[in-house]
């Protein structure tokens, strides 16, 4: 067992001794000695002692009271007074300090120990208490910012996070990447395998936007099946490809519920980048989501690009059914729906599966 590291600071070299002749014979290891409050802060710093014997009063210009409040501010090194005086404002004084324990002089060995043992356990405790109460702090605060079922940060986050990005990207002259995505037929798997179904095919597909981007990317569960990744610095080029990666990454997936295996889903996917589809948080997530609506118009199991929103032109609402498949549409409605996913982006369209 590792003896306890000690720091004895004391001005008078003969109390001084005897102090550390005394702490040896108790099978303490006396770290460093001092004499003045600067040198005590400085061996304080430099050998890190489990625990600081402090004489109050002190020759020199700083006292043992504001001596070890540095120390303990600073370093988190439990002090234990030593000291004559017993008057009550020196005891006043040294209270406000927080100290761990007093000797009053003359003291004999079994006082000593008493008041270090119980420093010492004191000390451990309190630091464990703190490093719980941090730790759970940790927990709410990650509560706060991450979605509970995917583990991905939630819209909340993404706000904050778009809007400082945002303000980055505009300071360096930098481009930004936001990808708009959801499950095809989301509604069905739902429907027929149930919720629980649902629950797995989003964790699944949080699990996999996990690994796809970069480190500096957000990635985010916007509500429901949809999900938004903001891409730091990114081009167009580069947020549509790895937009194609991960449609063709999710579509390589089985999932399995009760024994059975839900099948690989799809994604439709909107991508936009600033300051091509727009130049503020606003306008950039109307432009995703209405690229991700036109993404679905054109068959689903696909990833769109905005319209340039100097050049966007309105258009009537599509009326293809949710989950209308191709060969249902009314005569004329399929040439349309083509027609508008080769020339602009809706912003009237009703939510598809």
Do not use: W
Request: charged content about 25%.
């Amino acid at each position: 067992m590792v003896n306890k590291q000690i720091l004895v600071v004391e001005d008078e070299s003969v109390v001084a001794l005897d102090i550390c002749k005394t702490l040896i014979a108790l099978h303490y290891d006396v770290t460093a000695m001092a004499s003045t409050g600067e040198e005590a802060i400085d061996q304080a710093a430099s050998k890190r002692p489990d625990l600081v014997l402090m004489d109050i009063k002190l020759a020199g210009t700083m006292s043992g009271i504001e001596a070890a409040e540095e120390i303990q501010r600073r370093f988190n090194i439990p002090v234990i007074y030593l000291t004559a005086h017993s008057d009550s404002r020196t005891l006043q004084q040294a209270q406000i300090t927080e100290p761990y324990g007093y000797c009053l002089k003359p003291f004999d060995e079994a006082e000593l120990r008493v008041a270090i043992e119980m420093a010492l356990y004191k000390h451990k405790k309190i630091t464990e208490r703190k490093r719980a109460d941090a730790a759970l702090m940790q927990t709410l605060h990650s509560r706060a910012l991450r979605d509970s079922l995917t583990g991905l940060y939630n819209r909340r986050y993404m706000e904050v996070s778009l809007s400082q990005q945002l303000h980055r990207a505009r300071r360096h002259g930098t481009p930004l990447g936001l990808i708009m995505l959801d499950v095809d037929h989301f509604k069905r798997f739902n429907d027929q395998f149930g919720h629980a179904a649902g629950d797995r095919i989003l964790r699944k597909l949080g699990s996999v936007l996990a690994t796809q981007f970069r480190g500096e990317d957000v990635v985010c569960r916007y509500g429901g099946d949809e999900f938004l990744i903001i891409l730091s610095d990114a081009s167009l080029d580069s947020v549509q490809q790895a937009a194609e990666r991960l449609r063709a990454a999710i579509r390589h997936i089985n999932i399995e519920h009760d024994r059975r295996v839900l099948g690989p889903p799809t994604l439709s996917l909107g991508v936009v980048v600033f300051p091509n589809h727009g130049s503020t948080a606003e306008v950039l997530l109307r432009n995703a989501d209405a690229a991700l609506y036109r993404a679905k118009a054109c068959g689903r199991d696909q990833a769109v690009v905005g319209e340039n929103e100097k050049c966007r032109a309105p258009g009537p609402p599509l009326d293809l059914e949710p989950g209308q498949p191709d060969d249902q549409r009314k005569p004329g409605q399929k040439e349309r729906i083509t027609r508008s996913c080769e020339t602009r982006a809706r912003t009237g369209l009703r939510r598809l599966g």
